[in-house]
């Protein structure tokens, strides 16, 4: 009697492969609203992971941090000590709310004017896509208010208070602005300025002034709201 020839069994990428296809395909047909939390993540794991089953990953981050709103709102240090995380997983993960900072900002482009604390102050949230660590911009614009540039003076900082005042001149003096607003967010999420931050603001003015350079504002931002330190009566110095 002739020996059944055994099927040899897939090798664990081909099987990955193909879940993965018919992930692309759901996703092309019906778009994130046919995907569950865990399928998100596991959809953008495996552009990191490519030879990995990564839905017991998924689970972790979102065991790790609660929610799917916070896995992309946590630093990648705290992302890559959820084991199996490594450097390129996280980066990715930030990417996707870097991306779409990036994308908001390009609705500015070309030339924007902004007359108001409403509308600086919208402006400004745009360029916050999460509160993993403190940064600080400055806006800069010309005598009639059109945006020349708003750009990350630095991040990383315990408080704004780390900025060094030099900064702000180099920055205003390079966009040739004769109007600047300075914004940080506060990672604790809260949109009280502290004492330091008023503080430095004071004497930011009188720095800006030396070299003919209004500092017409101070906001404290989130992805969602903003405090205006000017609008506040903060700023009556």
Not at 1 to 21: A, V
């Amino acid at each position: 009697m002739e020996k059944q020839k055994r099927t040899p069994e897939q090798k664990p990428e081909q099987l990955h492969s193909g879940h993965r296809d018919r992930m692309l395909e759901l996703y092309r047909g019906n778009g994130l609203s046919a995907f569950s939390d865990v399928q998100v993540l596991e959809f953008l794991l495996s552009y990191a992971i490519p030879r990995r089953d990564v839905n017991p990953l998924a689970h972790k981050l979102l065991q790790a941090f609660g929610s799917l709103h916070r896995v992309f709102e946590v630093s990648e240090q705290q992302l890559m000590q959820v084991p199996g995380i490594g450097k390129r997983s996280a980066a990715l993960i930030r990417l996707y709310s870097d991306l779409l900072n990036r994308v908001e900002l390009s609705r500015f482009s070309g030339e924007t004017y902004l007359r108001s604390t409403a509308e600086i102050g919208a402006f400004l949230c745009t360029m916050v896509s999460d509160q993993r660590e403190e940064r600080a911009w400055l806006l800069s614009m010309d005598a009639k208010c059109k945006v020349i540039e708003c750009r990350e003076i630095c991040h990383g900082a315990v408080n704004v208070v780390n900025l060094p005042p030099r900064k702000l001149v180099e920055a205003a003096i390079l966009a040739n602005a004769s109007v600047v607003v300075l914004a940080h967010n506060h990672t604790s999420g809260t949109m009280l300025p502290s004492l330091e931050d008023l503080e430095y603001t004071k004497a930011a003015v009188h720095t800006m002034k030396a070299v003919d350079v209004a500092l017409a504002d101070h906001f404290i931002i989130s992805p969602r709201t903003y405090l205006s330190m000017r609008a506040s009566g903060m700023m009556e110095f």
